[in-house]
């Protein structure tokens, strides 16, 4: 049992690595940038985060269920805009305003839900459909122009409790709340079984078709959230808001060790994944580095991350393998 | 049933500052565009749309989602459907040069508004330069800043930067440049910060870069539509305050849309530089209803919008020059 | 006793075609019922009715003298009845607790209450003297464990009528040993047992009804005290069989083709040695954890080896899998599913794939078509692979003997000095495991060397030219012909393990 | 399960040799492989009514023109996601391959563009790339472009391959690195002033139609119609190419290997790595000809050619086609059908003359709508009807 610390080592290293790298990126840019690691920029980075992050606590729901969600970018978009209606047109108010994104986000979440699960389209192709539709929908209320939210709304956006950001909490929050249902209701174990293997889940009893409608549901109210929430710090919705971000929230969530293969990840492997993407781009912010090569090392970095992550997933297979004698 | 009209109303304003001659017949108009996502492509949409079909003829539109290509195969299929004439706002000036080579070897006449084919000897051409027009608005700033500095010690500079795939983003980026080149013992080198023309993002690096720099002396947007989010940024920080009160960051843009105005009333910004969307369009429109009348196939004429700067300087003179300010008094922000 | 399931004049037709004859009969409440048959003769069309997976055609079943008419696997379930597949549907990224309790997890305020879920699971655990912890996560379970899980789950629903297709294929003696007494159990507590098996001695053993069909059609039905094994497979097959292995067209010849030299690797192999003559079928057997699969697995370049030798034809033995098979070594798998086929690819695809280079045709490697048909009907035949067409037909729709000679058929396509057929008649029926038999036996008479390896001790007795014995990765001896003894090899088979010293992995 | 269900083979007896009826017949379109083309050729046919354009000459051309550089990139995506991969790096591959080629041939660069790139600069100057004029340079050019393209896929490949990272976050980050890539080496600028002959291969008529009179002294440019291009016989060339390595070559088996089960494969002595490093060139060989396709008619190297929606336009094609995204699925004839129908989509709604407001609404209806056909056929042929 020779070099028992080293490997220690190495494992603390593989099994953690995203972790560790998380925390070398910080390091590395702190030391470049001492404020980086000041308590205000490390908030920033969290309520920064908030955005992708929230949307991809719900793309982790359908990723689990070996599905995609590609609408998420344009939900975004039009969850807020509908709620902006209700708050300038029908006085709802902020709460109200987000209660009518988040309900709005549902019925999307709803409509993708029924095409996949009742009419049995591929989800890529369904919510492929609905990317074009629900932003050209909100295309067609505002004629593609820019949509301007009641004053309060900035308030609110801006607003924090006990010196924490409204945006930080609400991430939080949607971060424990998803991490319990996923790991501690009986609706969360059966989206991870039916992920693993829907045949099966059908056979044990499970509502397989209620599952997955429920997560599309999910997946569509959290990014309507993540839009409202982002939205309410400028006040401002423009026509392109959202559009692309399908493919930033999937990396958040799969660089936090989802897979798009269905039956792994967790709610805070997105919170993390999601984190660390804004980390890296707020550190390149910080150092000052070249715009051109911003985005390069960018992903030069989550590729490092989702390195590591293989190689622990190697290093898993191996240590899953059973020994049948000492070594 | 109020949402809807009120949408509507908003839409039917920029269009009659336009005067375009009536033509002996009324022709099919191609129109095609690259995308709608900001206030001014929006405005310069319906000033194009609404003066058309006000004067009989009949528009056929064309939106490229900003895909080069698509703008190609979209100008092709209005060309096989047989229109009279084609407007188009390109991608960038190098797809514009093989469109317009396109329509002209098909015989239709072809104008290209607001940007510039690299090739500028074919086709009608309405010219904004965007880096003399950012240079004109960074150069009021600059000449600010410098009036507003408290002590001797060099002033920072900080600019938002559009898409960088986007070739007016970085004309604008380069005018930013060349006004500052003209003060080299006043600034620092500038902070750049990406937006990729997208509020979420430019509001996480804007934050990021004002948390790592507080001190900013001079702050230039490549677009208006950028100014909420440096609202939100600035506001908590105590950097958002009209001209004159203590912690004012001097501060521009570029487009000249109806917020910016606003802004520029209020005192909150100093400048923005403004391409003068009526006269572009209306002198696209003449011309290309001109050329139709005339049986013109291959019309060629350069038509230069020189734009201009809109400062806190001559805001009472030229006001009414700038699109924006037109839609602002039109009641643009009340809705 | 009342009888608790009657079918009357039960008929189910594919496309016309019956897959089950007006079937009918009596299941007595309480009673462990052995159903036995050859594949195709209607046992899984008359389970899937059972289980709501299809409807009969024509014809009744009736549930406690109720009409029964399941539409769907939840309405069974409701019923009481409880399936324990061969083919595990188990959920690898949940834990053993969660498993059992997928469907109806114990909540409090809307969370599942862990603890009375673990504190069940444990007790059903003990019941089946499975040592692991209720929140083990399935993946890292072995077969037979995994087994043990899903036996679990029907222990908990409390089912009334359980339903054991093939359940001690992957399970070693101990672990059957424990089923049966759970079984007995169950028996006793007033349940009804179904119990589907080809192990024809399991079913004598443990059934007081067996019932056989055939063709979709009962063709007995009787105490099984009184219908012995050779009554039982003349009544499947219709005809007596003269006997259950064929008899070795060859003895082995004196070169020894394949020799392994001290082969170590650190908690998996320590120090085993031994040589395979050409010809010779050499029986490997183990208990599960003994080192055996993961040991073919290694020979195979599968999986590392730290130290030792092997030699094929005098030559080392290196490399990867494509080198190994290069110089002509072949592995049937122990996972048919998993491993072993394209499930979803025709059958021909499934046959040509490990020799698929040799059909292509420089430069461009083009498939030479004629040559690759006529090469997989041609195995086909030979095989008495029972399909249609070959080149349409997936893998997936056959039964599981016909598929087990499509993972065995791939490998003859192209000459092999080493097979390794790790459990290759594993959920395969009598007719089929005495081809796969033959099989083996022609590829040792024509000079290959064959490493067998079962945990079915009576096979490798019928088969083998010598077994050898492993244990924790150790070869614990090795008997020749003359010597087999089923009491010996089982006492060295379970060797150490007998002392109760468990190793954590 | 351990009896067989029943045997297909009993269930696909051969029909009578009698007259098909009209049910039969509709049937046998509606579960053929030429599925989507004749679901294309309806909606054709349903809309031809209201939009003349719609079926003269002209447009036709258009629509095939448009079909070509798509096909091509498509028909690399449908190795990839045969193997049960994705490959969302393909757009910033066009992208990068056009700056490639635009860099090595442009025959003259102006002086402001050049001070700012760092790397461009380099290599070109005022006189223009150092294959620009030189005999065989545009071939010599291509070459490079096919190399650098093929490049980039073959280090998706080795990564996805050797370290077993999944295909989506590899490409997704290869395609964040290049097209930032391309949009540095150039410094945001396009690159213009193309020999004429690279132009010809995405412009050039080899056979062009006229339908007018025969006497007519000048024919107007616009009543001639292109019908055999340069970009179709390359396209068609990589199709056939394609098709045959996919579905006749120990290549394509073993493509499907991996996709249907990539375990089972490797323990059958398929080379699994080499095939897949093998399969993501592919992807990104065919990228670089679509790139060669797309600049050429664009008369410029452009690093943001491939942005923005091109790659769902790629991947909704070739799924729609009928490809599965989960490996062991994939047919390049389904590919080619998938694209008419984007392309043909596309330019319907083009000529429809919507407002640009509900484009994407229609889009979107369209795709779905195709969609559920595809499942309704689905299930025909499962339940056997």
Partial sequence: MTGSARDRAMALVTNHGTLLLFVLIILVFGTQAPAFVGPENLGNIIKQASFIGIAAVGMVFVLLTAGIDLSVGSVMYLGPLIAGFAMRDFGVGVAGGLLVAVAAGAIMGGINAFLIVVLKVVPFIVTLSTLFFFRGFGAFLTSSRQFDFPEEIRAFGLSSVFGVPTPILFFAAVGVAAHIVLSRTAFGRQVYAVGNDEAAAA???????????????????????????????????????????????????????????????????????????????????????NLYLQPMLQGLIIFAAVFLDSVRAARLETLRRRFIRPR | MRTVSTLFAGAAFAAASLGVAAPASAATICFAFQDLETEFWVAGHTAITRTLEEAGHTVIERNANEDANRQLEQVRDCIAQGVDGIIIIPQDGESAVTIVNEAQDNDVPIAVFNRPPSDLSKGIIVVADNASIASQAVDFLAQEAIANREGDGKLTPMIIVGDLGDPNAVGRKDGFYAALENYPDDFNTPIEVASEWDAATALANLEAAVTANPEIDLLFTSSDFLFPTIRSVFEPRGMWVPRGEAGHVVMGGLDGDATACQLLKEGFIDSTGVQDLYFEAEAALNAILAAIEAGEAQPNEVIEDPGFALTSANLGEREMDMWGCVLLSEGFLDQ | ???????????????????????????????????????????????????????????????????????????????????????????????????????????????????????????????????????????????????????????????????????????????????????????????????????????????????????????????????????????????????????????????????????????????????????????????????????????????????????????????????????????????????????????????????????????????????????????????????????????????????????????????????????????????????????????????????????????????????????????????????????????????????GKEVAA | MTDSGPLPATAEREEPAL???????????????????????????????????????????????????????????????????????????????????AMLLAATASPDVLSNAPIWGLIIDETGGPLAGVPGGIALAIAAMIAAGGLIGAANGLAIAHFRMPPFMVTLVTMIVISAFAIFLTQSENIRNLPEAYIQLGKGDIVSVYFGEQDESRIPRREIYSFITYPMIIAVTVAIIAHIALSRTVFGRQVFAIGTNRRAAEISGVPVKRVIVLVFTISAVCATIGALLYSTRLEAGRPTLGDGNFLLDVIGATVIGGTSLFGGKGKIIWTVFGVFFFVLLSNTLNLMNLSSFHIDMVKGAVIVAAALLDVLRTRLIRGGI
């Fill in chain 3, 1 to 499: 006793m009342a009888v608790l399931l009657s079918f009357e004049a039960l008929r189910k037709e594919y496309f016309g075609v019956p897959a089950l004859r007006d079937l009918t009969l009596d299941i007595r409440r309480g009673e462990v019922v052995g159903v036995i048959g050859e594949n195709g003769a209607g046992k899984s069309t008359l389970m899937n009715m059972i289980g709501g997976v299809v409807a009969p055609t024509s014809g009744e079943m009736r549930w406690l003298g109720e009409p029964y008419h399941p539409r769907m696997p939840s309405d069974a379930t409701a019923r009481g009845v409880a399936f324990i597949h061969q083919e595990l549907n188990l959920f690898t990224n949940l834990t053993i607790a969660e498993n059992i309790f997928v469907d109806d997890f114990p909540a409090r305020f809307g969370m599942i209450d862990r603890a009375a879920m673990r504190q069940r699971t444990a007790e059903l655990l003990s019941q089946l003297a499975l040592e692991v912890a209720p929140d083990t996560s399935v993946d890292s379970l072995a077969p037979g464990e995994r087994q043990l899980v899903e036996i679990a789950k029907a222990l908990h629903r409390d089912a009334e009528l359980i339903i054991f297709d093939e359940p001690t294929t992957s399970l070693t003696p101990r672990e059957t040993a424990k089923l049966f007494e759970t079984i007995e159990r169950l028996r006793a507590d007033g349940k009804t047992i179904l119990f589907i098996s080809h192990i024809l001695g399991d079913v004598k053993r443990l059934s007081d009804t067996v019932v056989v069909l055939r063709d979709g059609q009962l063709v007995a039905q009787e105490p099984a005290a009184g219908f012995d094994v050779p009554d039982m497979i003349t009544a499947m097959i219709g005809r007596a069989l003269g006997g259950l292995y064929p008899d070795r067209t060859a003895a082995p010849r004196d070169e020894i083709a394949f020799s392994a030299k001290a082969l170590s690797q650190p908690g998996i192999l320590e120090d085993v040695s031994f040589d395979i003559r050409a010809g010779e079928i050499l029986g490997l057997f183990g208990l599960m954890g003994s080192g055996r699969s993961e040991m073919a697995r290694i020979i195979f370049g599968l999986d590392p080896l730290e130290e030792g030798a092997l030699t094929l034809k005098n030559q080392p033995l290196t490399g990867g899998v494509r080198d190994r098979i290069a110089r002509g070594v072949a592995f049937v798998t122990e996972d048919r599913r998993a491993e072993g086929l394209l499930m979803d690819a025709p059958i021909a695809e499934n046959l040509s794939l490990v020799s698929i280079e040799e059909f292509g045709r420089a430069p461009l490697a083009l498939l030479d078509h004629a040559r690759l048909d006529h090469r997989t009907e041609q195995l086909k035949t030979d095989m008495i692979i029972k399909a249609g067409d070959i080149k349409t037909q997936p893998a997936r729709a056959l039964s599981g003997g016909n598929q087990q000679k499509v993972v065995i058929g791939k490998w003859l396509m192209r000459h092999s000095d080493l097979f390794i057929l790790d459990e290759p008649t594993r959920g395969v029926d009598v007719g089929a495991k005495f081809e796969i038999y033959a099989l083996a036996d022609r590829l040792a008479a024509a000079g290959s060397s064959v490493l067998f390896i079962s945990s079915e001790l009576e096979e490798l007795m019928g088969m083998c030219d010598r077994i050898m014995v492993m244990n924790r990765g150790e070869v614990m001896g090795m008997f020749d012909r003359a010597d087999f003894s089923e009491r010996a090899i089982l006492a060295m088979a379970f060797g150490k393990q007998a002392a």
């Fill in chain 4, 19 to 101: 007259a098909p009826t009209v049910g039969q017949r509709a049937k046998r379109i509606f579960l053929s492989d030429y599925f989507v083309l004749y679901l294309s050729l309806a909606y054709f046919l349903v809309l031809m009514p209201f939009l003349p354009t719609l079926s003269n000459p002209a447009n036709l051309a258009n629509i095939l023109s448009n079909m070509w550089p798509l096909l091509v990139v498509a028909i690399g995506q449908t190795f990839v996601l045969t193997i049960a991969g994705i490959d969302l790096s393909q757009g910033s591959v066009v992208g990068f391959t056009s700056v490639v080629g």
């Fill in chain 1, 203 to 289: 056979k044990a009893g499970i509502r397989v078709g209620r599952v997955k409608a429920s997560v599309y549901v999910i997946c569509s109210s959290l990014a309507a959230l993540a839009g409202f929430i982002l939205i309410a710090q400028i006040g401002r919705l423009d026509t392109g808001f959202g559009e692309g971000r399908e493919f930033d929230v999937i990396a958040a969530a799969v660089l936090g060790g989802a897979s798009l293969f269905g039956g792994i990840g967790t709610a805070f492997s997105a919170v993390i994944g999601a984190t660390m993407i804004q980390a890296v781009k707020t550190g390149l912010v910080f150092t000052g580095t």
